[in-house]
């Protein structure tokens, strides 16, 4: 690859890979393996690159934190998240936060926005606590037999779990064959839906096609069900879902219709769960290969529990625990990359960007960014001390996005990880099974490929 940068009637383009192929373009090392691909990009263009897909078909990688913080929080009402989010997204949430747009969004941001304030947030320990000792018997006989798991599926499980009754006062199961499963294959769908490839439209019978649908139904019942359940139920609580129900719109007065509350309710059991269930996974295994780091998790967790399950008074007790998330998001977050449309045209670092073009963010490679991240690739959670932390550019680490449509659950995902991470480590000892493969699946968010499978051994009590 060579350097080549364009311009075109006194505006200048980013440089672009030289060896494209002359039809496709960039498209089939994309299709092969994106990730990689842009780390290759990254270290031979730079922070900003220039891609041609298919004819016509033109995108921008952005992975200067200046960029960022350009197209997220500067300059962020140039920017919206387009078709290439919304319409894959949206076959599966629908209208919900995560695609609306506009005036619609701004109310059902405003109307959720109390539910995830910080005394809320306390009234969820009790629920996060309670939640993960449930697996504790489990985990127990494991450990007693000395039997290997999969870490990430019982992680999957206990934050569906968790979302489900703090946000709705339900318990969404997740069988084989019900949510947690489906909305899995769902991901897998919509995440090669977002991929620079020939569209096929959702009408289409293909097997893809077919499996996507069938597993949209069963979601949908499993959220109808709720949304029934709770028209039925006398004095319900007072938790996201009544604010839903009980919102009416400013110029007709009239509820949410059942469509959209089932955009809403799902959209927030999938934003809830996944992202919080792979920090957790990775966590787990950063602590397998960190042994000074998950005795000293241990330290500090014990030295403040002291063997009790952890309260809201005990989460400021524990700044390490914390940053030991925070590092696992640095190096796995969950959501990788992070498309924006360009409404108008715009100039980023010296480079032109046409209106209507893709600008792709990329949290993967800016947390790596050398500039930025001392030996990027080793992890550190003292990276993460408030010093250090106000030393560093704001969007040199953006887990959760940034600007007006930062993650509106980001506290709640910290707050419950690092419950999880304290209950875990207080009670367990967690070895990674020899020879275990560590792959990235980076088809929607970035899951290990193979899962986590970890032999755990009880810790003798103090």
């Known amino acids: 690859m060579e350097l080549t940068v364009s311009t075109s009637a006194g505006k200048r383009y980013a440089p672009m890979p030289k060896a494209q192929h002359w039809l496709l373009g960039s498209f089939l090392p994309v299709r092969r ?14 922070d900003i690159i220039r891609f041609r897909g298919l004819p016509g078909l033109y995108w921008h990688l952005v992975l200067h934190p200046a960029y ?39 109310r059902q941001r405003r109307l959720m926005q109390p539910a995830f304030h910080r005394q809320a947030l306390f009234g969820f320990v009790a629920t996060m606590v309670k939640e993960t000792e449930k697996f ?45 499963r489906n909305l899995r294959l769902a991901f ?40 029934e359940a709770r028209r039925k139920t ?46 957790l996974t990775w966590a787990v295994y950063v602590l397998t290969q960190e042994p000074v780091v998950a005795e000293q998790v241990y330290d500090e967790v014990s030295g403040v529990l002291r063997g009790a399950s952890p309260t809201a008074d005990n989460l400021k007790q524990l700044p390490y625990t914390r940053m030991v998330i925070e590092e696992t998001m640095r190096l796995y977050p969950p959501a990788w990359g992070l498309p924006r449309e360009a409404i108008h045209d715009d100039e980023i670092g010296g480079y032109h ?51 007006q449509r930062v993650c509106i659950g980001s506290q709640f995902a910290l707050m419950e990880a690092t419950l999880v991470l304290a209950l875990l480590v207080q009670r367990y000892r967690v070895r990674l099974v020899p020879g275990h493969p560590i792959e990235f699946d980076t088809v929607f968010t970035l899951r290990p490929k193979h899962g986590v499978r970890v032999i755990v051994e009880r810790r003798t009590p103090q």
């Open 353 to 403: 960007i046409p209106g209507r073009t893709l600008v792709a963010l990329n949290q993967f490679l800016t947390h790596r960014h050398p500039d930025f991240w001392e030996d990027p690739e080793r992890f550190d959670p003292e990276r993460f001390t408030p010093a250090r932390v106000a030393a560093r550019p704001m969007f040199a680490y953006f887990p959760f996005g940034g600007g």
């Open 188 to 227: 897998d769908f919509v995440g090669l839906k977002m991929r620079p490839t020939l569209p096929v439209p959702l009408w289409v019978p293909t097997p893809a096609n077919l499996r996507f649908k069938a597993a949209r139904r069963r979601l949908d019942t499993v959220v109808y069900q709720i949304i």
């Open 234 to 279: 006398p004095n319900p609580p007072l938790d996201l879902l009544a604010m839903l129900m009980a919102a009416r719109d400013e110029e007709t007065g009239s509820a949410m219709s059942d469509q959209q509350l089932r955009d809403e309710v799902i959209t927030l059991l999938l934003a809830g769960h996944e992202t919080t269930a792979i920090t």
């Open 33 to 46: 393996d994106l990730l990689g691909f842009y780390t290759r990009m990254f270290y031979e263009l730079g």
């Open 68 to 106: 960022v913080e350009h197209v997220l929080l500067r300059n962020q009402h140039n920017y919206r998240k387009g078709k290439v989010f919304d319409g894959p997204i949206g076959l599966i949430t629908g209208n919900g936060l995560l695609t609306s747009d506009g005036e619609f969004w701004r």
């Open 136 to 180: 504790f018997p489990d985990w127990d006989a494991r450990a007693a037999q000395g039997q290997a798991f999969d870490i990430a599926q019982d992680m999957a499980a206990l934050t569906l779990r968790i979302a489900g009754l703090t946000l709705f006062s339900t318990p969404v199961s997740d069988t084989a064959d019900t949510f947690g």
